[in-house]
């Protein structure tokens, strides 16, 4: 007998999960670690070519944490705040 598989979270949906466990998180160690995982997902939705939407505010990380790719697939500019990572 095979193993059942559920249904699987599309990756937009794990992005926003990330996001908010991000915000969740008090610990710089689990925030560090939310950011580097948001950062995977974005790297997928890239590669896989299937990213039609810019995610919801509240699915984004703030500025200083988004990963570069972001801005640069959905060609906008990085944010003057931010330090450079």
């Known amino acids: 007998m095979g193993q059942s598989c559920g249904?699987?979270?599309?990756?937009?949906?794990?992005?926003?999960?990330?996001?908010?466990?991000?915000?969740?998180?008090r610990d710089e160690t689990e925030r560090a670690t939310a950011a580097e995982d948001y950062e995977l997902?974005?790297?997928?939705?890239?590669?896989?070519g299937k990213w039609k939407e810019m995610p919801s505010f509240e699915d984004m990380l703030p500025d200083e944490q988004m990963p570069n790719?972001?801005?640069?697939?959905?060609?906008?500019?990085?944010?003057?705040?931010?330090?450079?990572?």
């Open 7 to 25: 249904p699987k979270i599309p990756l937009e949906t794990e992005l926003g999960l990330v996001a908010m466990r991000f915000r969740g998180a």
């Open 41 to 48: 997902i974005v790297d997928r939705l890239i590669a896989e």
């Open 69 to 85: 790719a972001f801005f640069t697939f959905w060609s906008i500019p990085v944010p003057q705040t931010r330090n450079d990572q």
